[in-house]
Structures are given as C-alpha cells and as structure tokens.
C-alpha cells in the first residue's frame, strides 16, 4: 500500500520532530513582555552602547535609534551556552532613509561582553566562536554572512574581513514594516540558518564548543538605520540540561529559604499561633545552686547545659559557613565589577592621555602665536625703518636733481624764445628790404 504523498512527508516531518525546551536564562521577548514593569533592564541580559544605551521598551529593544548616526548598541546574555542540540530564534527589524547604513550582528562567542561590547565584525578584535553579520554587502538589497574565528585572526585589522566569510544568502530586510526571523540550528551532525522560515545555509563541518554567550550588537552609520530586537529564544532538546538551567534560580531561591529556616525555625504552639524560635536563645532556664542537691541532679544539669553549648556552637558554625559562602558569592561579583571598573579605567587612562595631549598643543600654540607676534613686530619695526631711510633719501635726491633740472628748463625757454624773436626779426628785415630788378 503506497501512502499519499502530503502524508508521507507529514508522517516524516513527524518522526523527526523532537521536544524542544526553553531555556529561559538565556532567552526574551517570549512572553508579552521583554522586562518586568518598572524595570530598566532585561532579567540575565546585559545592556551596552555607544555614547548611549539602547532604549529598552516593553516589547523591543532599540539597539540603535533613527537618529542620530553612529551609534552602537548591544545586549548580551549573562550566562553562558551549555548543551550542544539548539535552536536560536532571533526577531529584528530594520529602519531607516533610502539610503541609510549600518548593520547587525548575531554573536555566539566565549566571553562576548568583554571581548566583543557593542563592536561590530569590522571593529572586533580577536575572538573565539561564531557572527553573523547582517548589511547591504556590496550595495546589495540585503545579504547575511557567517565567520568564524578561534582567536588567532584580529578582525579590526585583518585587509579584508569580507573573504572570511564561510557562507551567505541574500534576502531584504530593510522597510518591511514587520520583524523579520533568523533561526540558527546547531547539532552534532550540521550547522545551519534559516532566514524567514527558508534556509540560507548550513554546513556539517562545525562544531560549536560548549560556554559560549549569546549577544547581538547593531552599528549605524551617518545616515543610520534604527535596528529593532523582538526577541532572543533558545531552545534545546535536552530536557535535563534546560531544567537545570530553568530551575537554577529556583534552586538558589529554595537554598536562600532553607538557610533561613535553619536560622529560624518555626515551632507551633497549643494556642496555634506560630512563634519563631531564636538558635542562640537559651534553651534551659537559669536555676538556682540550691535547688541542686544531689550529684545526679547536677551531672544531669551540666549535661544538658553542656548539649546546649554545643547546640550554640553548632548554630554559630553554620551561620559562618553561610556567611563564607555569601561572602564567596560576593567577592566573585566584586571581582566581576572591578574587572568592568579595570577596563572602564583603561578608558579614562586614555582620556587622560589625550587631555596630556589637548594640553600641549595648547601651550605649542600659545608659544607658537608669542613667537608669531614678536617676529611680525620686529618686521613691522624693520621694515619701517627701511621705508623712512629710503623715503628721506629719495627725497633728498629729487630735491637736489629738481634744482639743476628747474634753471636749466628755465634757461632753455628763454633761450628758444630769443632764437624765435631773431629769426622773425630778420624774417620781416628781409621782407620790407626793396627788391632788385636785373
């Protein structure tokens, strides 16, 4: 008997199909809010940007804004990735101008909140694990690409980061008015991602390692596209794994209850009301030395008073250890917080360099303008003294060539006239002389 078709494959799909278990540490945007009301903050998620945070809203998170450009912004899970069969479901969205820039990355690499922060594939330096990247790659409508790194390759500096691509596919998700879904398979036969629901690419030939954090971070450039996350949701097919991870925060808050029931312990009295009973209380009422008159009444008193000593001791040895284990906790946080302070400092150290900097061209062009100033007023005096030396000489000069010059022009016109004055003379002499006729 051959079956349809439609239900071959139904029955098919069926059979492949396995349970997958959310792992809430590591996911939001699964439930009708991303963050509890009132909070500015994802629970087990961290936020960073640059210069600004991204605005975190109750359904989205905006990594970076309409404007201004840019701007980076970047969140990523606190704890790490541990099973080895899962399934990342990430929802975004993609605004912008016609012709705006930016892109979006996908992370999923070994202490990404320190090493990566809100950088990109083209700014990130040394890394372990895996990026997808998310741009209009060679002027293209869209493209998604796929590198990888095992911390031997610096990206920032590498000459072209394009060529490290192990795969891409091509699909538009700019202005589409809807989010648009990227899901990443990972097992330990294939990797593969699917964008809106079709397959992009895959690959059996990599194995993702185990502690990993997932993260996503968003750059925009001076005409800036505003990158919307929806949602992070990863699932697993490990049931003990995913409880572990679920039932881990309702694990401490259980031992949190314990410890204080063992601090407090509720005794009920005939009356039924509840009476909290303090460890370090004496339990055996003082007595009077008289009323012990026996030496078995007196063995017995010591020993009981000897059981309630080592009850105190007891109480207080437990109390200690609780507090060391807090106090563990605590300096493990401590020592997290001053590595971000160490690393925020390294800034501020560079900031002051650069203030050093600011400081000396300063006083540079200070100098430089004193320097300046003092050799323009020395030209200035120079060349008026060459001017007023000049001028007076050369008038002295045309004062003594225009003497000569005037009484020889005199002398000239008179002369020229008197010569003008004789030749008329003897023009008129010969003119009224009588006339001879031969």
Request: charged letters at 20%; glycine letters at 8%; a neutral charge.
């Amino acid at each position: 008997m051959r079956l349809p078709l439609s239900f071959a494959a139904l029955v098919a799909g069926l059979a492949q199909t396995q349970a997958q278990y959310l792992i809430n540490e590591l996911s939001f945007g699964y439930g009708s809010r991303i963050s509890p009301e009132g909070s500015q903050s994802i629970p087990n998620f961290a936020l960073q940007g640059r210069p600004n945070v991204p605005e975190l809203l109750s359904n989205k998170v905006i990594l970076t804004p309409v404007a201004p450009g840019n701007q980076r912004g970047a969140v990523w899970a606190d704890k790490p990735l541990y099973p080895q069969n899962w399934i990342a479901d990430v929802e975004f969205r993609a605004s912008g101008p016609e012709r705006g820039g930016g892109n979006l990355n996908i992370w999923l690499v070994r202490d990404g909140a320190h090493v990566i922060g809100s950088d990109s594939v083209y700014t990130a330096g040394r890394f372990e694990g895996l990026a997808l990247v998310i741009d209009q790659h060679s002027g293209s409508g869209g493209m998604l690409r796929g590198f990888l790194n095992d911390g031997t390759t610096e990206y920032r500096t590498h000459h072209n980061v394009d060529n490290l691509a192990f795969g891409h596919c091509a699909f538009s998700y700019r202005n589409l008015g809807r989010p648009t879904q990227i899901k990443l398979r990972h097992s330990e036969s294939k990797f593969s991602v699917e964008v809106a629901g079709r397959l992009c690419f895959e690959s059996d030939r990599i194995r993702l390692p185990s502690g990993y954090n997932f993260g996503i971070s968003a750059a925009s450039a001076d005409n800036p596209d505003s990158f919307e996350i929806f949602k992070l949701v990863v699932l697993t097919g490990d049931n003990s794994q995913a409880d572990s991870s679920n039932n881990q925060q309702e694990s401490n808050q259980q031992q949190q209850q314990q410890q204080q029931q063992q601090q407090q312990r509720m005794i009920f009295g005939r009356s039924g009301q509840t009476v909290v009973e303090d460890p370090y209380d004496n339990i055996i009422p003082d007595a009077e030395a008289d009323t012990i008159t026996s030496s078995k009444a007196q063995f017995a008193d010591l020993h009981n008073r000897l059981q309630s000593v080592n009850h105190h001791l007891s109480s207080i040895f437990r109390s200690l250890s609780q507090n060391a284990a807090v106090d563990e906790q605590r300096h493990a946080e401590a020592s997290v917080m001053l590595g971000e302070i160490k690393g925020l400092l390294t800034r501020l150290e560079k900031l002051e360099v650069l203030e050093h900097r600011v400081s000396d061209v300063e006083r540079e062009m200070r100098s430089m303008r004193h320097e300046m100033a003092g050799r323009l007023q020395a030209s200035e005096n120079s060349i008026k003294y060459h001017v007023d030396d000049k001028h007076e000489t050369l008038a002295k000069n045309v004062q003594a060539h225009t003497k000569s010059g005037h009484t020889r022009l005199i002398l000239v016109v008179v002369g020229s006239q008197m010569l003008l004055a004789g030749a008329y003379a003897m023009y008129k002499r010969r003119k009224t002389s009588p006339k001879k006729y031969l």
